[in-house]
Nanobody, 122 residues
């Protein structure tokens, strides 16, 4: 089970930190990450992290602005978002797959999904 939190409204250029808590880390959820979906658009990969060694992977649109991290003990993954733009406005979903992360962030590769948390940048 994945539970997101931390969404909200922020002004352009601001920052926001999302959290995703997992009920467990298993071989089926060693790769955890964030995807987002704006109205009328397809869901796209934002960032993923391999929980085994914290190796991150980022989507091109957020490189240099967003940072994914984890607290292994708390089984929680974070997404620190900085320099936010209106085009970052979307529903952000936590997702998990196993046993590894792929370099390419593809929706179809992920098995488990959270309910989402809304991020609005204006």
């Amino acid at each position: 089970q994945l539970v997101e939190s931390g969404g909200g409204s922020v002004q352009t250029g601001g920052s926001l930190k999302l959290s995703c808590s997992s009920s467990e880390y298993t071989s089926r959820s060693n790769c955890m990450g964030w995807f987002r979906q704006a109205p009328g658009k397809e869901r796209e990969g934002v960032a993923t992290i391999y929980t085994g060694d914290s190796t991150p992977y980022y989507g091109d649109s957020v490189k240099g602005r967003f940072t994914i991290s984890q607290d292994y003990v708390k089984k929680t993954v974070y997404l620190q978002m900085s320099s936010l733009k209106p085009e970052d406005t979307a529903m952000y979903y936590c997702a998990a797959r196993g046993p590894y992360c792929y370099t390419k962030l593809s929706v179809r590769d992920f098995t488990y999904w959270g309910q989402g948390t809304q991020v609005t940048v204006s």
